[in-house]
């Protein structure tokens, strides 16, 4: 391997939302570098943050009957019972829920935490009150999707943070999902929540780190499952 092909494989891509923000700032980076050399190199310095935010690592994805995926990068905030969004549909008695603070220095890009079709897709317009808090559950600014899957159907809930301002989908009612694939992000610090069916027993605890696409949420099945593995 060369020197350039080693350079090339240590770097993490940029998500293609990322782009007009890089664009921008490369920009102005360029023109205050020209008229102010130290208001520019400040510029340069937001922009390298921007390319850090929007970094879009590849992920190696546990794939077996019964798991479930984090499908965020962050701290494991809240693990216990709580009552779904109304608009999901999932009905309105608790259900265990697992909910994943993204701070604005955790990878951004939401995977999906288990195989499954895309049966609902319902955005709640809100407040954007810091994501970490339990109310913000009910109060902020959150886009749900509910999967379908052989285990039951999970609710998947992205949550505008204290900085927050758009919630993006990948996906749309109808298609199905690979466990760990790309489906949302969620620009500059947020929260997701995963609604799992009753009797589902979390995995993790408040504290832990998750890592989207790796971690291990919850396992519903038998033991002894072999175990294959998904990269992307």
């Known amino acids: 391997m060369s020197v350039l092909d080693s350079i090339r494989s ?3 891509p940029v998500h293609r939302e990322g782009y007009p923000f890089l664009l921008i700032g490369a920009s102005v980076s360029a023109v205050l570098l020209w008229l102010v050399p130290p208001l520019g190199w400040i510029c340069v310095l937001i ?5 850090y935010f929007f970094r879009d ?10 798991l479930v995926i984090s499908p965020a990068d962050g701290r494991v905030c809240l693990v216990g019972p709580a009552v779904p969004p109304a608009e999901l549909g999932l009905g309105d008695a608790p ?11 955790d990878v951004h890009v939401n995977r999906a935490p288990l195989a499954g079709r895309v049966s609902r897709i319902a955005y709640r317009p809100g407040k ?7 109310k913000a559950s009910e109060d902020n600014e959150r886009s749900g ?8 159907r999970f609710g ?29 992000l969620i620009r500059f610090g947020s929260r997701v929540d995963v609604y799992m069916p009753a009797g589902a027993r979390p995995a993790v ?9 790796e971690t291990v949420l919850a396992d519903l099945a038998a033991p002894g499952a072999e175990t294959t593995y998904r990269v992307d």
């Open 205 to 213: 605890a408040e504290g832990q780190r998750a890592i989207a696409g």
């Open 156 to 184: 998947v809930v992205q949550i505008a943070g204290l900085v927050a301002r758009r919630i993006v989908s990948f996906v749309h009612e109808g298609d199905s999902l690979a466990p760990g694939q790309r489906y949302g």
């Open 57 to 66: 690592p590849e992920r190696v994805t546990p794939v077996r009957e019964g």
């Open 145 to 152: 999707m509910v999967l379908e899957t052989s285990l039951g």
């Open 10 to 12: 240590g770097l993490v």
């Open 47 to 51: 922009t390298v943050w921007i390319a």
């Open 95 to 105: 259900l265990p829920r697992v909910c994943i603070f993204m701070n604005v220095f």
């Open 128 to 134: 954007f009150l810091s994501a970490d808090l339990d």
